[in-house]
């Protein structure tokens, strides 16, 4: 397991979700209100991604692999969180929910990774 690169990965994946929640939300919350789908999607987004360049990097175990880091995906954004959101008690309109948004967290990085470790472990032939 790549420790550094997948801590440095989750901070970056914690980042990004929040500068792009916190700009893409207004627009979202003024047009259609009690929906809170932007940090989802970005979570998605970002996590994918991030979750496909270390998963390049890995040859065996890649299912494995691909849970260990979503863990500690994971463990990077509740610290973060608990850092920058809940220990300065800002009150964030990104999480309207705090323990809807650590369940849907966990759900949505551990299904990526994981997924995408069993996908990297396949042979594909388009022929």
Not at 63 to 78: H, K, Q, S, T, W
Request: proline content about 2%.
């Amino acid at each position: 397991m790549k420790i550094k690169l997948a801590i440095i990965f989750g901070v970056l994946i914690w980042i990004l979700t929040f500068v792009l929640s916190a700009t893409f939300n207004p627009i979202f919350t003024t047009n259609v209100r009690n929906v809170n789908i932007v940090v989802p999607i970005i979570t998605i987004i970002v996590t994918g991604f991030f979750g496909i360049l270390y998963i390049r990097a890995i040859d065996t175990n890649e299912i494995v692999e691909g849970f260990l880091v979503g863990i500690i995906f994971v463990i990077i954004d509740i610290i973060l969180d608990y850092i920058f959101i809940i220990s300065l008690q800002k009150n964030l309109y990104i999480i309207g929910n705090y323990t809807l948004h650590v369940f849907s967290m966990i759900t949505i990085t551990l299904l990526i990774t994981t997924f995408l470790g069993y996908l990297a472990q396949m042979t594909i032939d388009l022929k």
